[in-house]
Structures are given as structure tokens and as C-alpha cells.
């Protein structure tokens, strides 16, 4: 078996070769040169060689023109050769007559070089086949090399496995994906990947691998070395040995956590987006109604004009970055000025239905728009079902620190009177808890009491407020 080193230096050896071998006129020119060589070398032995062996030079010559020509040039060479040796140092020089034992002598060369022109032409053979092997080995090489290179540099985990699940390859990506290294995986089970709720779903895969069928890319769940979930995108094949029989599986996994979350906000901004146009119908209907019970006939439509105008700020305070372009554009950075943007289309002029207890405190710029979500949803509904549903109705704002945390309470007062507690949250009760509670990790509380609903969020002060440079909140005087 050749050695690489070794294959390398044949292949180069054989280009050269047939690189000659592609132009005619080196070839015959080189036979012939090779043939006239040998006499020269036969002539100048002339003293050394007996007369019955004037053969002795021509071989390497016939060897020569076999290779660069094949066997018929090597047959050409070998006449030539032996009429040459007949005719030059067969005695008498330069005559034609022979007797017996030139002629078996003549006969002999001329067998040996059939035979010798015959090896050195299947010889010849034997090295093209050889260097056609060695050219299909290195493009298998290059490309195994290639596929390895693409397996590493993959995002994507690139996992084999033989056909009882136990894990034979394991590239990059999915040691940054798993949490495992090679090293802890190879040899192992690929059950370790399994969450505990799936103990069917690779019994299935192995089962279609030894029938020789692909399984078409699948999204699913797998379990991290920490025990964490994930949610990946699978596709499997199977793997084939050189006979074609099924030994084991190639499987790609694609982490896609990320688009299932962004999946989720995008459904999520729907049913928002969805949400608010139905408040809107709900809201303008109650602005219409509270202008035409407060507000002359003649100022009517300026009334309106300045309410729906309050709505839409409102509108954008809770979703600046989809509603609004202008970046510079200051929005309201304590918690009054905030409260009183997002009432002001719900509210006469006067003022009285809210009242709002408590420091004005400054709050986190990155923390207005969710708090204007929040304020906006307990307004809505307040507007919608609540005390602000009818004209007598009001709503208490309590603010306070205690112990590094915001105490907000809302409470409506003068509403209908509420008969039982919801069976479950609507989507903008969703909305406010997730907010108060995933975003700034607080706690909220809902009091459904018969004369009005209380709210209650307490809050770490940091998650909001804006804190100075000695850990203090900031408040405004």
C-alpha cells in the first residue's frame, strides 16, 4: 500500500509522463534519439562486447519508446534495433548475409523484446490505473477534508449516530448549543439529549433509520447539560457503508429559541394591536359621551378635537417605537406628567375624578414606555367597565417608597357596582401582569370589591425610578 508522501511523488512522476506523451514529435523524436543513443554506446563497447551479443544496449532504448509510445512504438524500436545491430556489428559490418546462429541469435532479441515491450506497456497500464486511484483518492480526501471544515464552521449541531443511538460525531456548534463537549458525548447515548417527557420519539427515528427512510426536518425540544430546554429544528438521515447497507444517522439541529420568541412577540403584538383598535371604538364612543355631558354644543367638535388628539399621545407613549418616528421627540419623565398624558382624553377639564397622592418621582427612561402600557391599560378599562364608565366616578392614585420598592395603588370609586370576581384574566390584565411581573420584577394585586377595583403593584424602585449618583431616588420639588 502506498504511502501518501509515496502516491504523490507517482502522480507527479505520471503527469510528467503524459504530459510528454501529448506531443507526437517528442515522442518519436525521443524513441528514435533513444534507439541511436544505444548504437552510439553499442559502437564505442565495440572492443569490450563479443560480436554474438550486439544487442546489449538496445533494451533500456526499446524501454524508452515503450513507455513514451506503448507497444507499438515499443515494437517499432525493437525492429529498428535489430536491424541496426544486424546490419552494424553483426559480421561482416555492413553486409546482409547470416548464418545460423546470427540468425537464432537475431530471432532471440527480437522475442525477449516483444516480451519486454509487452510487460513495460502493461506496467504502463498499471501506473495510469494507479494514477487515476491516487486522483480519485485525493478528491476523496479534499472532499472529506472540505465536509469536515463545513461540519466545525456549521451554526447548525451536526450529530452522527450508529443505529442503537450511541453518539459517534459531534462538531462545534453543538457542543455551543448542548453544553456538551465531544469528549462527554462520544460513546454515549443520544438519550441524554431526550427530555424525560419523550421517550418515544427516538425509539421512532432509529426505527425509520433501519428502513432506510429520511426523516423530513421537524421542530422539537431538547434538554441542555444544565437541564434547560430548547427548542430546536431536526432533520435526520440515514448513513450507508460501502455496500449500501444502513449503519447509522447523520442528524442537524438548529437552535431556534430565538424565532419561537420572536414568534411569540409577533403574536403577541397582534393581539395587541388587535386589542387597542378595539378599545378604540370602545374609548371615543365614552369621549363622545363625556364631551357631549360636559361640554357646549358650540366648543363641542374643539372638545373632541383636543381629547382625540390626548388619545393618540397616549397611543404613543405605550408603543413609542412602533407609533412614532421622531426620536427626539421628549416624552413625560416623572410619573405625574406620565399619568396625566395617558388621562387626559378620559378627563373634563376640571379635573376632579383623579386624584394623585404621593412625590413626583422621575422616572427610568428605558421604563416609560411599559409603564405608560400599564397605566394605559388600568385607564381603558376604567374607562370601558370601571368608575370612569360614568360620570360620577373617580380614580385614587397612592404613591410611595418603602424599603427600596414603589408602592402604587389605583382605586376607583363611584362605578358600577362590581358583582363578582372575573373568571379569568382578559388580554390586558395578561398584559399588565406580565409586564409588572416578568419585566420589572414586582408583584401585583387585584382587589375586585363591590364599590371599586383596587390595584396594587409594588415594585423595586430601581427598575423604574431614576436613582443618583448617592443610591437615592430622585425626586422633583
Not at 83 to 103: E, H, I, K, R, T
Not at 420 to 443: A, W, Y
Request: a neutral charge.
Amino acid at each position: 500500500m502506498l504511502s501518501l508522501f509515496d502516491s504523490e511523488q507517482v502522480h507527479g512522476w505520471a503527469t510528467r509522463l503524459h504530459r510528454l506523451q501529448r506531443n507526437p514529435v517528442m515522442v518519436y523524436g525521443t524513441a528514435i534519439g533513444a534507439v541511436l543513443i544505444a548504437t552510439l554506446i553499442r559502437w564505442a563497447l565495440g572492443a569490450y562486447v563479443h560480436d554474438r551479443i550486439p544487442f546489449t544496449t538496445y533494451y533500456p532504448a526499446i524501454v524508452v519508446a515503450t513507455l513514451l509510445g506503448g507497444f507499438w512504438l515499443g515494437s517499432l524500436a525493437s525492429v529498428l534495433s535489430a536491424f541496426l545491430a544486424w546490419w552494424l556489428f553483426m559480421p561482416p559490418p555492413f553486409g546482409f548475409s547470416l548464418d545460423a546462429a546470427q540468425v537464432t541469435s537475431l530471432l532471440a532479441f527480437l522475442l525477449v523484446c516483444i516480451l519486454l515491450v509487452g510487460v513495460v506497456a502493461a506496467l504502463n497500464s498499471a501506473v495510469d490505473l494507479l494514477v487515476v486511484e491516487i486522483y480519485n483518492r485525493r478528491k476523496s480526501q479534499l472532499a472529506l477534508q472540505q465536509l469536515a471544515t463545513v461540519a466545525e464552521t456549521s451554526e447548525d449541531a451536526i450529530i452522527t449516530k450508529d443505529l442503537n443511538g450511541i453518539i459517534t460525531s459531534w462538531n462545534k456548534a453543538a457542543q455551543r448549543i448542548f453544553g456538551y463537549s465531544a469528549d462527554e458525548v462520544i460513546g454515549k447515548p443520544v438519550s441524554v439529549l431526550i427530555p424525560p417527557d419523550r421517550p418515544d420519539e427516538e425509539p421512532t427515528i432509529l426505527e425509520r433509520l433501519r428502513k432506510g427512510q429520511r426523516i423530513e426536518h421537524y421542530e422539537t425540544v431538547r434538554q441542555r447539560k444544565d437541564g434547560t430546554l430548547i427548542d430546536i429544528s431536526l432533520s435526520v438521515s440515514p448513513l450507508a457503508d460501502a455496500t449500501g447497507r444502513i449503519v447509522g444517522a447523520s442528524k442537524i439541529a438548529r437552535d431556534i429559541t430565538e424565532r419561537r420568541r420572536a414568534t411569540t412577540r409577533q403574536e403577541m403584538l397582534v393581539r395587541e394591536m388587535s386589542h387597542r383598535v378595539k378599545n378604540a371604538f370602545t374609548v371615543v364612543n365614552g369621549i363622545l359621551a363625556m364631551s357631549a355631558r360636559y361640554v357646549k354644543p358650540e366648543s363641542l367638535v374643539q372638545d373632541m378635537q383636543n381629547r382625540l388628539a390626548a388619545l393618540a399621545r397616549a397611543h404613543e407613549l405605550t408603543r413609542p417605537g412602533l407609533l412614532s418616528l421622531d426620536a427626539s421627540k421628549e416624552w413625560p419623565t416623572t410619573i405625574r406628567a406620565l399619568i396625566d398624558s395617558i388621562f387626559a382624553p378620559y378627563l373634563n377639564t376640571d379635573g376632579q375624578r383623579l386624584s394623585v397622592n404621593g412625590p413626583d418621582l422621575e422616572i427610568r427612561q428605558q421604563s416609560i414606555t411599559a409603564l405608560a402600557l400599564v397605566l394605559y391599560e388600568l385607564a381603558t378599562n376604567a374607562v370601558k367597565y370601571g368608575s370612569l364608565s360614568i360620570p360620577t366616578g373617580t380614580v385614587q392614585i397612592e404613591l410611595a417608597l418603602t424599603n427600596a420598592n414603589l408602592d402604587f395603588v389605583w382605586k376607583e370609586c363611584g362605578g358600577p357596582k362590581l358583582i363578582e370576581t372575573p373568571s379569568r384574566d382578559g388580554f390586558g390584565t395578561s398584559l399588565v401582569r406580565r409586564i409588572v411581573v416578568d419585566q420589572f420584577g414586582g408583584e401585583i394585586s387585584y382587589d375586585w370589591d363591590t364599590e371599586g377595583l383596587v390595584v396594587r403593584l409594588l415594585v423595586p424602585a430601581a427598575q423604574i425610578l431614576l436613582i443618583g449618583e448617592a443610591g437615592r431616588v430622585m425626586e422633583l420639588s
